[in-house]
């Protein structure tokens, strides 16, 4: 049984370390893992997705989840929620920032930014909850931890243990952001304590 | 279980050269190449370099392989076709040490400018290609393609493609062991100099070196077969093999690590032990083709399989026939722009407002063509932009508003000579360097015009306006693209001039740089919400709805503002200051 987690926002939102953590602390925990994404022109405040695939017991051949099959979507902004949809399955575990960066095409007046965007994302049936985790990070005064304060709220669904999550960040972030991200990744635990 | 580290396929070509005793090291960055010479310099012990261009570095890797050093050179797909110069003949020549030529196609145009397939390089120059399918394979078929080289006195070509090079997988690592060598340069002339009387004899020798190649294929363990059902039988290779195995993971497969040439006698056996044979591949039907001309029956595919990414679904379905467009949703598209701060937007608002007739060239600033800015109207090649702007003057003359924009880094790798072709045959060019002192679309290289080399050492740096000068530029003046105001009186005085001139737009990218000034925020008070500051497309400033859907309300996110002030200059109600320390979110 593969695990497929798909990770989503805007360039800049820190998505491509959430997904490096995540891939280490599967790594570490024995499973077969792979991870991809796409760097270059598209980091440039354009939408960046991440996927991450693990096991511990089948193959993992494609670095891609196939599409209707990610079983988990941890999204930093809304509009980008929505769009990564259609990539998750009917029961998937959606995490979202109820975050809204305009994109350039609704600030020229050539599109609108949906105004029902969390409705549309509960209308499928899926399990839907919001993790405020740039407003968490901001508060712990470090607004670019949101992506491993994300990590944290998702982390409890995803049977890795937290001495590997800490190994893990340690391991992917730079030393001195360590410590943040430690607070960071417990404060997202806690944010999703009810679910 | 032996350890594992997870490593990109570029991170793992890099530890496969570093282990098979790599002495050296080039290439230029491009997209989704351009970590593997970093993490090769990580690694230590390897000469590497930077090189100007790719022509540079493969050139300079065919003089490192002539002492017997084993040698990687680096690119992105489009690399090639400025490297293919050398790289042709010293198809030739041959090798002394291992020579392995890294290039990395990009299906689905992720970060480039054609989807080409440089598998098609190796029946043209006659050299064989290996592609990984992921990160162990990248490893290992690295470290492996250096003694093949020099085994078949050819260079390698080491072909990945975006989810190759950008997926991390796992890797079991082995130690460097570095062969024992001369370190010399071997003199052979009737090898090494490709006159024709010696180059038809290499022509010759070449054909042999394929007919060996050819024998190595059959027995290779680059290539296998995994037995399955025996009714559907797929012949695939690179990341197209693993969305196969994904797809069908029944089917029997004949998994191809050497693509070129092909195991003719095995594919053969293939074919007769399977009912139905597919050809799983990725861009061009290469290996299709060939196999079709082998007189062999292939499962027809969708023609539309050839553009783009696979996955494993579009090859679950391409297994049924079909290849069903991607249903568009109707969400506001999220394109990317230039960041806020971003100097070349200075540029490109100027540009837009003088109405001028851009011919842009590879960089972060092609950006500079999507609304709101629509300031750039062509984008050919690297270096493309200062040969179009030289073309248009010359078929048509000057109509006071041609001007060719390229960055710091695309000029040196292949501005110059056309800035060199516009002073010798003398049109009343406008080329504006964007010198933003680093290569930011690749991720923030340096270049000679930085001065700082991939090792650390310091290196000459190149004086920009010193080598337009000497290329006989009579007008070349330096300027501040966050000045609109200076930025529009150089333009107009050049693009109004009937000599060539060079504007060097220098201001550090905001990426490098991280030159963070206090945020600024809109006075709503005082704001006429005529739109001026969101049609500079910075996306830093939010249009926020009001009653009026023609005039929403323009917000900074003061997380996002670098405080570079651009919005206040083109502010007609001088509504955009900078924000108090503790002023209230506008």
């Given at each position: 049984m593969v695990t497929n987690v798909l990770l989503c926002g805007v360039?800049?939102?820190g998505i491509i370390t959430a997904s490096k953590i995540l891939s280490e602390a599967a790594l570490m925990s024995g499973y077969a893992v792979k991870k991809s994404e796409v760097h270059g022109m598209s980091q440039r405040g354009g939408n960046v997705e991440s996927h991450v695939r693990f096991s511990a017991d089948s193959p993992v051949h494609a670095p891609t989840i196939p599409?209707?099959?990610?079983?988990m979507l941890l999204a930093f902004e809304t509009l980008e929620a929505l769009r990564a949809l259609p990539q998750t399955s009917p029961e998937a575990l959606v995490l979202v920032d109820e975050r809204r960066i305009v994109p350039m095409s609704v600030n020229t007046g050539l599109a609108q930014y949906p105004d029902d965007a969390m409705q549309r994302l509960e209308a499928g049936g899926r399990h839907v909850h919001v993790v405020p985790a740039f407003a968490i990070a901001t508060d712990l005064g470090e607004y670019r931890a949101a992506n491993v304060v994300m990590l944290g709220a998702a982390s409890r669904h995803l049977g890795i243990t937290s001495e590997v999550w800490q190994e893990a960040i340690k391991h992917s972030v730079r030393p001195r952001a360590v410590d943040s991200s430690l607070k960071a990744f417990e404060a997202g635990l806690a944010a999703l304590a009810g679910a | 279980m032996p350890q594992r580290t997870l490593l990109s396929g570029n991170e793992a070509i890099a530890r496969g050269a570093w282990e098979a005793g790599v002495r050296f090291g080039s290439g230029y960055p491009g997209t989704p190449s351009s970590e593997i010479l970093p993490a090769l310099t990580e690694l230590g012990d390897a000469y590497t370099e930077w090189s100007v261009n790719e022509k540079c570095a493969l050139e300079a890797a065919a003089g490192a392989s002539l002492t017997g050093a084993r040698c990687i050179v680096t690119m992105k797909h489009v690399g090639l076709n400025v490297a293919a110069d050398p790289f042709f003949t010293l198809c030739y020549t041959g090798v002394n040490g291992g020579v392995v030529i890294v290039c990395a196609d990009d299906p689905e145009m992720h970060s480039s400018q054609n989807e080409q397939d440089n598998r098609n390089y190796a029946r043209a120059a006659k050299a064989p290609v290996l592609e990984p399918s992921d990160s162990q394979e990248a490893r290992d078929y690295t470290a492996l393609s250096f003694r093949l080289s020099e085994q078949f006195d050819v260079p390698f070509i080491l072909r990945t493609t975006t989810r190759i090079a950008h997926s991390d997988t796992p890797v079991i690592l082995g130690e460097r062991d570095v062969p024992e060598r001369d370190c010399e340069a071997v003199r052979d002339r009737q090898k090494y100099v490709m006159i024709p009387a010696y180059a038809r004899k290499r022509r010759r020798a070449m054909h042999e070196r394929t007919l060996a190649l050819k024998a190595f294929a059959e027995e290779t363990e680059l290539n296998r077969t995994e037995p399955g059902d025996g009714k559907t039988g797929i012949i695939a290779s690179g990341v197209a093999y693993q969305y196969a195995k994904e797809a069908a993971p029944g089917a029997s497969f004949l998994k191809l690590g050497m693509t070129w040439p092909l195991p003719e006698a095995m594919i053969r056996r293939f074919a007769e032990s399977v009912e139905k044979l597919y050809v799983i591949e990725e861009l061009d039907p290469i290996i299709t083709e060939q196999v079709l001309a082998m007189g062999l029956a292939v499962e027809p595919l969708p023609q539309t399989l050839q553009f783009g990414e696979l996955s494993p679904t579009r090859v679950a379905a391409a297994l049924q026939g079909e290849d069903p467009e991607l249903s568009g949703d109707s969400l506001p598209p999220r394109p990317p722009t230039?960041?806020?701060?971003?100097?070349?937007r200075g540029v490109f608002v100027t540009l837009r407002k003088l109405k001028a007739y851009v011919t842009g060239d590879i960089g972060c600033y092609t950006l500079g063509t999507l609304p709101p800015l629509q300031a750039l109207d062509t984008c050919l090649c690297m270096g493309g932009g200062v040969g179009q702007t030289h073309g248009i003057l010359s078929a048509c003359?000057?109509?006071?508003?041609e001007v060719a924009v390229i960055g710091d880094s695309t000029f040196v790798h292949s501005g110059i000579t056309g800035l060199i072709n516009i002073a010798y045959n003398g049109s009343p060019a406008v080329v504006c360097i964007l010198d933003n002192g680093t290569t930011a679309m690749t991720g923030g290289q340096d270049h000679p015009g930085t001065g700082v080399t991939l090792s650390g050492r310091p290196g000459r740096r190149l004086d920009l306006p010193g080598i337009c000068r000497a290329a006989g530029i009579p007008n070349v003046e330096v300027i501040d693209p966050r000045d609109l105001k200076q930025t529009e009186e150089t333009l107009k005085a050049a693009m109004a001039s009937d000599e060539p001139w060079v504007i060097i737009a220098r201001c550090p990218c905001v990426l490098i740089?991280?030159?963070?000034k206090p945020p600024y925020q809109v006075d709503q008070e005082a704001c006429i919400r005529c739109g001026a500051c969101l049609?500079?497309?910075?996306?830093?400033?939010a249009a926020e709805p009001t009653d009026d859907p023609r005039k929403p309300r323009p917000v900074i996110d003061r997380s996002m503002c670098v405080g570079c002030g651009l919005c206040a200059q083109v502010c007609p109600q001088d509504a955009i200051h900078v924000a108090e320390a503790d002023g209230a979110e506008d």
């Open positions: 360039g800049g939102q599409t209707g099959e990610a079983c | 230039l960041c806020a701060g971003c100097p070349h003359g000057k109509k006071d508003k740089s991280r030159d963070r049609r500079i497309g910075c996306p830093a400033i």
